[in-house]
């Protein structure tokens, strides 16, 4: 026997694992004393004792009901489901099974390949397919690959796409139902917003008075 051991050392690694280590060993404790407890009033009364010792030890989002009710279940954690007492009417208290195995979350569906263009240019994909052929059709799928390169360049900006990436992406997506004809520039975004800002310039420019124009006005205002 070890020195430690004669003289009545515990180590940690001999003790009980901590359930809620947040509260510490001496809760834990009291909560092993209260399922000892015979008399039911009195186990209730140091189960609710105990509920308030630990709203002042977790002083967070006090006086709501969702903290309250998050207090039980701790309790009945730390307890090992094994405390025979009422929580308040209404409080929904998992069992041990529930939080073994809680309720999965369903991931989104969809190609993970793709996912740097973004879930809308997927849906607006499956809307070109349901369109019926002739221009509308051809122009709208014009747009969308005019975008699809546009995000590519903004996901990855390092590295060069050209229009046959996009058509590619474009074939797998539809599963072969949308082509961009050869002869059709994908920079079509691109130019379009070119376009208008040169416009909107050029009206600004046209907007602005020359300089003769501004000598006329003063000598109006000296007379």
């Known amino acids: 026997m070890s020195e430690e051991s004669s003289i009545g050392m515990v180590y940690n690694s001999q003790k009980n ?46 006086n709501t009901l969702e903290y309250q009710v998050k207090l039980w279940n701790q309790l009945m954690m730390i307890s090992h489901y094994e405390l025979d007492v009422q929580p308040p009417e209404g409080f929904h208290i998992r069992t041990h099974e529930e939080r073994l195995n809680p309720s999965t979350i369903d991931y989104p569906d969809g190609d993970k390949s793709f996912r740097h263009y973004g879930n809308q240019v997927l849906h607006l994909i499956d809307k070109a ?67 208008t800002q040169g416009g909107s310039s050029s009206k600004r420019k046209r907007k602005k008075p020359s300089n003769g124009h501004r000598g006329k006005q003063k000598s109006r205002r000296r007379n």
Request: glycine share 6%; aromatic share 10%; charged share 30%.
């Open 17 to 62: 694992d901590l359930v809620l280590p947040e509260y510490g060993r001496n809760f834990q404790k009291l909560v092993e004393y209260c399922k000892t407890i015979e008399d039911p009033a009195l186990r209730q009364a140091f189960a609710e004792k105990l509920i308030g010792l630990m709203d002042q030890m977790q002083p967070y989002y006090k």
């Open 129 to 195: 397919m349901e369109m019926e052929d002739g221009p509308k059709k051809l122009e709208f799928i014009n747009v969308i690959g005019s975008y699809m390169k546009m995000a590519y360049k903004t996901w990855n900006r390092e590295h060069y796409v050209n229009d046959e990436i996009i058509i590619g992406d474009l074939k797998k997506i539809s599963k072969g139902k949308l082509n961009i004809p050869d002869d059709m520039s994908l920079d079509f975004l691109k130019h379009t917003s070119k376009s």
